[in-house]
């Protein structure tokens, strides 16, 4: 009996030589052990900004086909330039769509909008049933950067509609969180629903890890950010809070560990400088030292502005894996459901910097509470975001869908 076709279609994709974690690389390991799997993607690296070579890719060695479609690129984020290169790129799947057998299956991220649309539509058009996978909220996040309530309604009131026509069409709605499921399910009742987290791959992180040491003295207390340093990251607060217990509690043994790149790098670098604070700005750290450094830390920071979007995004996952207790700013009911159910962090308001200094005073003065929360974390990780027990559920739904 032949396997089924299942095409994954995912602009963000990443190869490994240019992240050592991805989501869809991981699905399309798992999905490639039961179907006839092919993956389309991009020309344009988002995380390099550049063309792929793709010649020196080695993707014969995938268990797996890979498609590139053109995409001429674009330099900055929040552009236009990548709205039009992301129109192009879907326009260019979509006549790759016309030309290729009919696949029994389809998966496709958002973002992109104009993929998703072209794609959805396509499949709606020729009877294809569709899973939706929802990364992240377009134009949602968009709007929340511009800050400018009414402008940004109607500037994005294109793209809004885009994006519910997409949810629309879609057979499931798929997303990194219960959150983005219950928005694309506004647009969709009746589709299918499944949530899985980003997560980590547990045997990645134990081979990536295995063999690095972290020196840490033993009279430091770390504090540790993994992920980017932008508009939507409240590093600043951190800095403060660390501030304030060194100025209130004589406390002179914090060192605040920025693992990532972005930005406002600079700016946060210069903040970091004037406060007076112990810190180091490691820049992007190679994945397994990157993790082993979490864990060496005594505890993580989730530190996300108040007016973000975002859900169940990736550093959490990093921090459950790395088993550290866990302070949050984000406002995301979701994650903060999480963290009281394992007891595993304490989430704060959102760019109060009295609550942030309370709690690493609370768990700087703690270590059984420490101790309770870091196994408690990986209780957390097991559960909700191992790779190798959570993403099959999606061969669960692609069975569901072919019978």
């Known amino acids: 009996m032949s396997k089924k076709d299942v095409l994954l279609i995912a602009n963000y994709w990443h190869m490994e030589s240019e992240k050592a974690s991805s989501r869809y690389r991981t699905f399309a390991d798992i999905l490639s052990t039961r179907y006839d799997l092919e993956v389309v993607t991009s020309t344009f690296c988002h995380?390099?900004?550049?063309?792929?070579?793709?010649?020196?890719?080695?993707?014969?060695?995938?268990?797996?086909?890979?498609?590139?479609?053109?995409?001429?690129?674009?330099?900055?984020?929040?552009?236009?330039?990548?709205?039009?290169?992301?129109?192009?790129?879907?326009?260019?799947?979509?006549?790759?769509?016309?030309?290729?057998?009919?696949?029994?299956?389809?998966?496709?991220?958002?973002?992109?909008?104009?993929?998703?649309?072209?794609?959805?539509?396509?499949?709606?058009?020729?009877?294809?049933?569709?899973?939706?996978?929802?990364?992240?909220?377009?134009?949602?996040?968009?709007?929340?950067?511009?800050?400018?309530?009414?402008?940004?309604?109607?500037?994005?009131?294109?793209?809004?509609?885009?994006?519910?026509?997409?949810?629309?069409?879609?057979?499931?709605?798929?997303?990194?969180?219960?959150?983005?499921?219950?928005?694309?399910?506004?647009?969709?009742?009746?589709?299918?629903?499944?949530?899985?987290?980003?997560?980590?791959?547990?045997?990645?992180?134990?081979?990536?890890?295995?063999?690095?040491?972290?020196?840490?003295?033993?009279?430091?207390?770390?504090?540790?950010?993994?992920?980017?340093?932008?508009?939507?990251?409240?590093?600043?607060?951190?800095?403060?809070?660390?501030?304030r217990l060194k100025e209130e509690k004589g406390i002179d043994n914090i060192v605040f560990k920025i693992m990532g790149d972005g930005v406002l790098r600079q700016e946060f670098e210069e903040y970091a400088r004037n406060s007076g604070i112990r810190y180091e700005f490691t820049g992007l750290l190679e994945y397994g030292v990157m993790m082993k450094t979490l864990m060496s830390c005594d505890v993580g920071v989730n530190a996300i502005i108040g007016t973000s979007v975002s859900s169940i995004i990736n550093k959490v996952a990093d921090y459950a894996a790395a088993g550290v207790p866990v302070i949050n700013?984000?406002?995301?009911?979701?994650?903060?459901?999480?963290l009281v159910e394992y007891n595993c962090g304490i989430s704060i308001t959102s760019g109060d910097v009295h609550e942030f200094a309370n709690a690493l005073w609370e768990l700087y003065g703690n270590e059984n509470k420490r101790l309770e929360m870091n196994k408690n974390a990986r209780r957390l990780y097991d559960d909700k975001f191992n790779r190798r027990k959570r993403y099959p559920k999606l061969m669960n739904m692609i069975d569901s869908l072919l019978k």
């Open 329 to 338: 700013t984000q406002n995301c009911e979701e994650y903060r459901q999480l």
């Open 47 to 243: 995380l390099k900004k550049e063309q792929r070579k793709i010649e020196k890719l080695y993707l014969d060695e995938l268990p797996y086909k890979m498609t590139f479609c053109y995409e001429k690129g674009y330099d900055k984020n929040i552009s236009l330039k990548r709205i039009r290169s992301y129109k192009e790129f879907g326009k260019n799947v979509y006549e790759y769509l016309k030309t290729r057998k009919k696949a029994d299956v389809v998966i496709v991220s958002v973002p992109s909008l104009s993929v998703a649309d072209y794609v959805t539509k396509f499949c709606q058009k020729n009877n294809i049933p569709v899973i939706v996978d929802i990364q992240d909220l377009w134009p949602e996040a968009f709007k929340m950067a511009i800050k400018m309530p009414v402008v940004s309604d109607v500037l994005f009131a294109p793209m809004m509609r885009q994006a519910n026509r997409t949810y629309a069409r879609a057979n499931v709605i798929m997303a990194v969180s219960d959150t983005y499921v219950a928005r694309g399910k506004k647009c969709n009742p009746n589709a299918e629903e499944l949530s899985i987290y980003i997560g980590t791959d547990e045997e990645l992180v134990e081979k990536k890890t295995k063999g690095v040491v972290v020196d840490k003295p033993k009279d430091e207390f770390w504090v540790g950010y993994v992920g980017a340093l932008g508009h939507s990251y409240d590093i600043k607060l951190v800095i403060d809070g660390i501030k």
